[in-house]
């Protein structure tokens, strides 16, 4: 099988297997009884982006919080998340993009920020449809919708009110605004997917807001830190979760991101005879062109620029995702926010010269292939700074 086969297939047994060894690990998850009612929670609304402007949507149903956040604070496992997932359904109806949504029923679920209670019909039984994105958590279970009845109340905080009511107020601005106003990532996502920020409203497929909202917040906070005084040593700082290592060194000088990621040989991902490594990065400029590394970047960078806008100072990152065999769910983009969160809340460990902080990252990685992939190191070798002719 060649290296990318998967990330190309995600479940639709391109390489022959009778079964996909990922999608039937969420059927045994499954446990849920396949009906043609719904009656429970909605904690979210999820909009699909296959055959964009014309897209299908609706609410998701699950009793229980499908907001990640949630799921770190209570450390839940792989198995856990995924017994969640198998289990969620996902409603759709047909909408049309770059339009306001139509049903006012979806807005006030994803306008709240506590689940609403709701009465679903479904047109047939739903079906186990697991699509695999890399950005998204997978949803295991689907049904077209035919009536759609939303029981409580939305429980809306003033702040997400006002904003949302200001129909002035650009879309960039309001993430920016709510996000300070500390309305987590998934409510704000949430928000702007179902067409409830800016000017000129319209719904967003869930994948790309997702994004966009890390890359919004990212871009603001940038502005701030690019402004700070520079670290003055260099330190390194890791986390691990849900199979995900991350690996973040600050080294003294101009703000510059760079993230390399690696998927261990044998790994979902991954090839079978060796790790499959990409990278990519930037500098103060804003970005301009999309990530070939996708969501996981702008997640990995949020979590960074958070904790330099906290420390007061700007820096040259690295950051290393090491992706082990036994992330055999794609969980989303979510992961990759929280373990750079949880690498940036750890301590510091302090370094005398490049040479030393590399000999520690091989270690720890189990090769020095990364190297090769990393710009940001070359440069610091080969580019003379003004500071070193005095």
Known sequence: MKANLCIECKGRRFCGLAECPITKRFYAGLKTKVSKEYMGQSPSVFIGSRNYPSVSGGPLMVGESDNPEHWVRKNYSID??????????????????????????????ALSKTPLDVEVAFVKPVSFDLRFDGILAPVGLSGYIEKLDVIDNASVPVVVDKITSDTDLKANNAVIELYK??????????????????????????????TAVDDTISNALKKEVIKNPQVTGITMLTAFLHANRIICILFPGEFRFEMIEIWNKGSMWGGGMEDTIIADSEGEKRKANYSPISGAYYSARLAVLEYLRSIRRSASVL?????????????????????????????????????AVEREVTELLGS?????????????????????FF
């Not at 983009?333 to 302090?350: F, G, L």
């Not at 710009?375 to 700074?385: A, E, H």
Request: proline share 4%.
């Open 368 to 388: 020095e292939k990364w190297k090769e992939y990393s710009r940001l190191l070359l440069d610091m070798k080969t580019q003379k700074k003004l500071s070193d």
């Open 80 to 109: 856990d998340i995924v017994d969640i997932r198998a289990g969620t359904i996902r409603g759709n109806s047909q909408f049309t993009g770059k339009q306001p949504l139509p049903d006012s029923h979806l807005q006030e679920i």
């Open 181 to 210: 106003s500390g309305i987590d990532h998934h409510y704000i996502t949430q928000l702007l997917t179902s067409g409830q920020l800016g000017v000129n409203r319209h719904i967003v497929p869930t994948r790309w807001g997702i």
């Open 319 to 355: 950051v290393v995702r090491q992706v082990s065999q036994d992330y055999w769910a794609p969980l989303g983009t979510w992961v990759i926010r929280e373990a750079s969160r949880k690498a940036m809340d750890s301590s510091p460990i302090s370094f005398e010269d490049n040479t």
